[in-house]
């Protein structure tokens, strides 16, 4: 169906990010065709966009109310289920005062919308995937979100850099996620090691195919390096031992810090690696090693607190 001008005008702001605009000129085309669906349907998507999630999911429902099935597409499921998504997580961010019974039931309205979203026949509608694996991750369950964003990932013909390194961060917050809720019980930690383990691995590789893709960022060395990390953090706490899995990681990943390092740019970078070492070192008894990385560290930032605090407990001269 043939769209008006005034239609095309209000997209067009729309899709140049003109929110507020965008909506001025929808509110006064609604006095004249109150029940016309892309009117209604901007008016949603726009109110989202200002972070007016409250007034957008009031207006979606209305949406889908008065507006035909025959009329609806797929990104109507996805902007509806991203309002309750997000209005889910504002309530949980209220943290002793929320209602979480209210945050349950939007997140399952989301993933519902999200799934009819996914019935579109429209290759656009995998970025469903994307929202499903988010909201999964909000409501902590981590696997049902790397599924999903696998899913994406599977769909895609050709993933960009940026989803890669969204797949690879994805999975580190759920490492982390199962890692802090388990950190000082051995027996929860062990019962949850397969599927931290699974995880890592799959982030691992997320950042291993984005080093493939863009051998000359950094974000790809970081991210796995840091992701490996968290397996010897995982272990040590289960065994009171650092078995040193993201050693080669970081060797290479120094290795191109150190190469790249253009007006110190990397020095954090660098810096993180030093540390890496040091702490797997002190772990495993080599002092000597442990002191020397330290020593590098201050080299660069002769201030840093670990470094002079670590150096302090083992009486040694900075």
Known sequence: MKREWYENYAFALYFDKQYEKSLQEIEKNLVQKPSNPTLLRLRAYNLY??????????????????????KQIYLDFIIM????????????????????????????????????????????????????????????????????????MEGTPKPTLVDFNAFGQMATDAAIAIYLA???????????QQLFNSIVEKGAKAY?????????????????????????????DMTEKHGGVAKPYYDEAL????????????NKNIID??????GYYIKNNDTKNAVENYRKVLAIDPTNESALKTLKLLNVKP
């Open 49 to 70: 966009e200002l972070g007016r999630n409250e007034e957008a999911l009031v207006q979606m429902e209305k949406f889908f109310e008065t507006v035909p099935q025959d």
């Open 81 to 152: 289920g991203r309002i309750q998504a997000k209005v889910a997580r504002e309530e949980l961010a209220k943290k002793e005062n929320a209602n979480v019974e209210k945050a349950n039931v939007l997140f399952a309205s989301a993933i519902e919308n999200f799934n009819k979203a996914l019935a579109f026949e429209d290759a656009k509608a995998i970025e469903a995937y994307k929202e499903l694996a988010s909201t999964y991750v909000s409501m902590k369950n981590y696997e049902l979100a790397i599924q999903n964003f696998e899913k994406f």
């Open 182 to 192: 388990n950190q000082k019980d051995v027996k929860a930690l062990q019962a949850n």
């Open 208 to 236: 291993s195919d984005l080093i493939t893709l863009v051998p000359h960022l950094q974000a790809g060395y970081t991210g796995r390096a840091y992701i490996y990390s968290l397996v010897d953090a995982y272990e040590s």
């Open 255 to 266: 290795a191109f810090y150190l190469q790249n390092n253009t007006d110190g740019k990397f």
């Open 273 to 278: 690696a030093y540390l890496y070492y040091a």
